[in-house]
């Protein structure tokens, strides 16, 4: 009797334990209850963020439900690549176009607005790539420095950098890449930050690959 009861003790500790490490690394659902976007809007820029979490899943080859290892594989491979001034995402046109069609138009526009970068300027006609960063005048900024901002003071000194700027700072991103450890991955507002922000920097790597195709 004694025996199974001591059996019965190491069966129920073993499911607290394996309970409470699961809920330790479970998703921390909070954009759900933003006051900026409406429940359609919502629900749309959620299902943009598990598009994202699972594109960057295939690349980096690691279970998408795996949130902290796989958003730490994608941060070292980032920075690997800073040295040489060159960030490439990895999100190909296919994938690119499924990030993207979760979205339309209009909330696109409340996300990102576009910028201009000239390459070959020796060329008689050099190229212009654009290229998408977070709209400073849209509404997710506007979330980013209300809701989000209230509860992560590292968050809340980046944004007052970036109003002083008047634009997106290269350095709010590249603190995330340098120091992630600052930053909660598990908040899916985090998540949805870093997503908007690394899709419309791939945007320019696809136009550059579509610019290169149409000289041919």
């Given amino acids: 009797m004694k025996a199974i009861n001591i059996q019965v003790c190491i069966v129920l500790f073993c499911g607290v334990f394996l309970f409470?490490?699961?809920?330790?690394?479970?998703?921390?659902?909070?954009?759900?209850?933003?006051?900026?976007?409406?429940?359609?809007?919502?629900?749309?820029?959620?299902?943009?963020?598990?598009?994202?979490?699972l594109e960057l899943a295939k690349i980096e080859r690691i279970n998408k439900n795996e949130l902290n290892t796989l958003y730490a594989t994608f941060f070292k491979r980032?920075?690997?690549?800073?040295?040489?001034?060159?960030?490439?995402?990895?999100?190909?046109?296919?994938?690119?176009?499924?990030?993207?069609?979760?979205?339309?138009?209009?909330?696109?526009?409340?996300?990102w607005a576009n910028m201009w970068e000239i390459r070959n300027e020796n060329q008689t006609i050099p190229d212009t790539i654009y290229y998408s960063v977070i709209n400073v005048k849209g509404r997710f900024f506007n979330f980013m420095k209300t809701e989000l901002a209230s509860s992560n003071q590292v968050i809340k000194n980046q944004?007052?950098?970036?109003?002083?700027a008047g634009d997106m700072t290269p350095g709010f991103f590249a603190d995330i890449i340098l120091?992630?450890?600052?930053?909660?991955?598990?908040?899916?507002?985090?998540?949805?930050?870093?997503?908007?922000h690394y899709v419309g920097l791939n945007r320019g790597h696809i136009n550059s690959i579509n610019n290169e195709r149409n000289k041919k």
């Fill in 159 to 164: 944004i007052k950098r970036i109003e002083s």
């Fill in 20 to 53: 409470g490490c699961k809920s330790s690394f479970q998703e921390k659902t909070k954009f759900k209850n933003n006051r900026l976007f409406n429940k359609v809007e919502t629900e749309k820029l959620i299902g943009f963020l598990h598009q994202f979490d």
């Fill in 179 to 196: 120091f992630p450890e600052k930053y909660d991955i598990l908040d899916d507002r985090i998540r949805l930050m870093i997503a908007i």
């Fill in 78 to 111: 980032l920075k690997s690549q800073v040295k040489d001034s060159k960030i490439e995402v990895g999100f190909n046109i296919e994938g690119q176009e499924r990030l993207e069609s979760t979205l339309d138009d209009k909330l696109k526009d409340e996300l």
